[in-house]
């Protein structure tokens, strides 16, 4: 028997190839559309028993709330939703606003079509592997933009770290020089090396993997929690 649905996604054109397939699998496709401010209140008017619905950004803060609408106006609203590999966030998030089933963008129309038949059951719809994926995830975290800044930071001495900082604000090595009391020269080798530990090849490289890891922003509380380093960093000479 088929499912009566509707299909809501970030981009109209994959809305309306995926409700054409469907029907053509013998589903009722009420309607496919694009999301705005009037989807949810599309899926309320018409009451399909699944909802299909896309997003490109499952763990954005806000993805789901159409979910959480929909859900509190029609509980009997079956959702799933269509996104890309997720982090355990978007997972979680997909399902804590009300959704029945998670499937990436990428799946075959069959695996669509059994999430659209577990999820009206009243089964949750998430791939096995998918669920796995994201237990692995939370087991062994990848590292963050934060964490790598710390990783960075302690590559660095407090007289290479205050050289980065005067690098991102654009000094040339004169002006380092002269700001830290320290010759040209002297100057011209600690940009070095910080270019060295930080694995870049230019000055612009090494502000914007700063700026990017979040290294500037934990510089100061780093340097002032690591009084072993700074005194390794006086001895090394500069």
């Known amino acids: 028997m088929g499912v009566r649905l509707m299909v809501v996604d970030d981009h109209r054109l994959l809305a309306e190839a995926l409700a054409s397939a469907l029907k053509l699998r013998g589903h009722r496709v009420l309607a496919a559309a694009a999301p705005s401010a009037g989807a949810a209140e599309l899926v309320v008017s018409r009451a399909p028993e699944v909802c299909l619905l896309g997003t490109a950004a499952p763990a954005e803060p806000g993805a789901f709330d159409p979910v959480v609408r929909i859900k509190r106006e029609r509980p009997q609203v079956a959702v799933v939703v269509l996104g890309p590999v997720p982090s355990p966030l978007g997972i979680a998030a997909a399902f804590a606003a009300g959704a029945s089933g998670y499937v990436r963008h990428n799946e075959r129309i069959e695996g669509v079509e059994r999430a659209m038949m577990k999820a009206r059951a009243g089964e949750a719809a998430v791939d096995?592997?998918?669920?796995?994926?994201?237990?692995?995830?939370?087991?062994?975290?990848?590292?963050?933009?934060?964490?790598?800044?710390?990783?960075?930071?302690?590559?660095?001495?407090?007289?290479?770290?205050?050289?980065?900082?005067?690098?991102?604000?654009?000094?040339?090595?004169?002006?380092?020089?002269?700001?830290?009391?320290?010759?040209?020269?002297?100057?011209?080798?600690?940009?070095?090396?910080?270019?060295?530990?930080?694995?870049?090849?230019?000055?612009?490289?090494?502000?914007?993997?700063?700026?990017?890891?979040?290294?500037?922003?934990?510089?100061?509380?780093?340097?002032?929690?690591?009084?072993?380093?700074?005194?390794?960093g006086a001895s090394g000479g500069g």
């Open 128 to 232: 096995p592997q998918l669920l796995q994926g994201a237990f692995a995830e939370l087991l062994n975290p990848a590292a963050q933009p934060d964490d790598e800044g710390a990783r960075l930071l302690q590559l660095l001495t407090p007289r290479e770290v205050e050289v980065l900082v005067r690098v991102a604000e654009g000094e040339d090595t004169r002006l380092i020089a002269a700001g830290m009391g320290i010759a040209p020269s002297t100057a011209r080798t600690h940009v070095q090396r910080v270019l060295m530990k930080l694995g870049v090849g230019s000055r612009l490289e090494a502000a914007a993997l700063a700026a990017r890891t979040g290294l500037l922003d934990r510089a100061a509380s780093g340097v002032a929690a690591s009084p072993a380093r700074g005194a390794a």
